[in-house]
């Protein structure tokens, strides 16, 4: 009968968990061995809070020295474990039982008496002793907000009672699945080429593990050739996958998200080769680990390269809807990009160092430096559709995690969906009848045409070519740089690097947030640069450009900014804690 209380008991008490409101509300409290040293871990609703030196008296100032926030959307797993004197106490119990023949052959005949219990014992009722578990792993995610980096950590809770640690873990376990929804099944492209070959390397050295520690099942494919992951994500079954992940540059991501649209715009038989076509939104997301020579996505979205980062920004879910631009010629459409559209200057740099991929990282420098010294200048018109955004958001206002400007809804907000519907219908109606109220021509000569729909900041140019670009407004910061001299474009190029003043501010540059764009070459001679389009080369100068907003759904936050930091008092981490070091 004690057993069946004991049924009953636990499945009131889940009872009471699973109702409505209990668990935003639960409180608790129990003092658990962490490093040997008694510690008291509390439990509400915001997540847990570990306070070392627990004395069992008054004490709060020695409390607040000692003491770890864990945020439950911070936790990655929670396991029950055996310490290692539950171990050593089973390791005796296992050398008891090798008796000789005659001996195991009595036990036997004993352990058949437990044959006839209607009901089977569960190892916990059993009662051997070092059974059942008395420790409670946890695997949490610690943030270094101002550099933009995450580390995976892990703590280590004992108790002597298993049932404290199982109703823990069944708590915190519930708390954690409720916050979001985490990717439990992804399709993972690794480019073995780029980043001098180490894509591969990182993938299973470090990737690899945190993933299978967040219990992420993965299905791995290496490329073998340029484009081979654009060429599969066109045909091969994406059903049961959360999500795409690349491995490597952005050039690999570029072909990760291309390839996820082209087929969310196929499935959905739009017609991608119309230049006026609303491409839908992916149901399914997409995610990178930097290990590429820039990785300026990394650097835009997470505001660090660090490849541990942008795994754990997937591991915990993190959910943002990031502009692209859609990329047309005469006839169809080219390909989507996400950060940067660039002709002369920075075409020409991309298409030289294509030569020189050997030198790694260094094949940028060494282009720089022949593209400035050739200074070549390319005639043109540009036409383009303005937003009306005032000069100084071009100059001082900063986008980042928790911008209002890009403050995105619900994926299935049909409010949402509505409004973007009728402003792009409102754009086709705008372009139809020829208004010429935003739209404006320039043609001349220019060292430098850029669209960069995200800010753009690499090891270059930390602050990025377009500082103030917004992630989600719909828009892409156009940047004309007139045809000047050596020393004026070199100001313009060391403004963009270290930002000592605004390279907005040269009178021989213009820039403007627009919706569209469009570029026709005029050089008689047939002289025209390439387009550097997210790293990748395009040949046809001829293109025209069309931001869509928010169409690309990324596992990221967004680059953290003080202005937008909500939270207040936040606790940091003691050295009492252990990490997992080679994370």
Request: with cysteine.
């Amino acid at each position: 009968m004690v057993d069946a209380g004991d049924d009953i008991g636990q499945e009131a008490l889940e009872n009471i968990i699973n109702m409505d409101g209990v668990k935003k509300n639960i409180q608790a409290q129990n003092i658990f061995h962490i490093s040997g040293q008694k510690t008291l871990v509390r439990i509400s609703s915001g997540g847990l809070l570990i306070c070392q030196d627990y004395s069992g008296a008054p004490g709060f100032i020695r409390l607040k020295k000692r003491q770890l926030c864990i945020p439950f959307q911070n936790i990655v797993s929670i396991k029950c474990s055996y310490s290692n004197v539950k171990l050593k106490d089973r390791k005796e119990i296992s050398k008891s039982l090798k008796m000789n023949k005659l001996s195991f052959d009595l036990f036997k005949t004993s352990a058949k008496i437990f044959d006839s219990i209607p009901e089977p014992l569960s190892v916990k009722k059993f009662g051997f002793v070092g059974s059942m578990p008395d420790c409670l792993d946890i695997h949490f995610v610690k943030e270094e907000k101002e550099k933009g980096k995450m580390k995976l950590k892990q703590v280590t809770l004992r108790h002597d009672d298993s049932d404290v640690i199982e109703w823990w873990s069944t708590v915190i376990g519930d708390m954690v699945t409720s916050l979001s929804k985490r990717p439990r099944h992804l399709l993972v492209f690794i480019n073995p080429f780029g980043g001098k070959g180490r894509g591969k390397q990182l993938w299973e050295n470090k990737i690899s593990e945190i993933f299978k520690i967040a219990g992420i099942v993965c299905k791995v494919i290496v490329t073998e050739r340029a484009n081979h992951a654009l060429t599969l994500l066109q045909k091969m079954p994406l059903q049961g996958f959360d999500g795409v992940i690349s491995v490597g540059g952005d050039g690999m991501f570029a072909e990760v998200f291309n390839g996820v649209l082209m087929r969310t715009a196929q499935d959905a038989e739009l017609d991608q080769n119309d230049k006026k076509t609303k491409f839908a939104k992916p149901d399914i997301r997409v995610g990178f680990i930097p290990g590429g020579s820039t990785d300026t996505v990394s650097m835009c979205l997470h505001g660090t390269t660090d490849p541990v980062t942008a795994a754990l920004h997937i591991v915990l879910g993190d959910r943002l809807d990031v502009d692209a631009v859609s990329i047309h010629s005469e006839e169809r459409l080219e390909r989507f990009a996400m950060t940067m559209v660039s002709y002369g200057y920075f075409g020409d740099l991309m298409k030289h160092s294509e030569g020189l991929r050997w030198l790694g990282k260094q094949r940028y420098d060494v282009s720089g430096v022949k593209t400035f010294l050739a200074h070549k200048a390319y005639k043109g018109t540009i036409s383009y559709i303005g937003t009306n955004t005032p000069e100084t958001c071009l100059l001082s206002q900063r986008c980042g995690e928790g911008c209002s400007t890009c403050a995105a809804g619900d994926d299935h907000d049909k409010e949402a969906a509505t409004e973007e519907e009728k402003e792009s219908e409102a754009l086709d109606d705008y372009n139809q009848n020829k208004s010429e109220t935003n739209k404006r021509k320039i043609s001349g000569k220019f060292l430098a045409l850029t669209s960069a729909t995200l800010t753009c900041s690499c090891r270059h140019t930390v602050p990025g070519m377009s500082p103030t670009a917004h992630t989600g407004d719909g828009a892409t910061d156009l940047i004309i740089v007139h045809k000047t001299s050596h020393l004026n474009y070199f100001r313009y190029l060391f403004r963009t690097a270290f930002h000592t003043s605004h390279p907005f501010s040269l009178p021989f540059v213009e820039a403007v947030r627009v919706k569209q764009w469009d570029f026709v070459p005029q050089d008689k001679n047939g002289k025209h640069s390439t387009w550097n389009c997210d790293g990748e080369i395009l040949e046809n100068p001829a293109i025209c450009v069309r931001a869509h907003k928010q169409l690309v759904p990324v596992y990221a936050r967004g680059v953290y900014n003080p202005k937008f930091d909500k939270e207040k008092n936040v606790l940091e981490e003691d050295d009492f804690l252990d990490s997992i070091p080679v994370f």
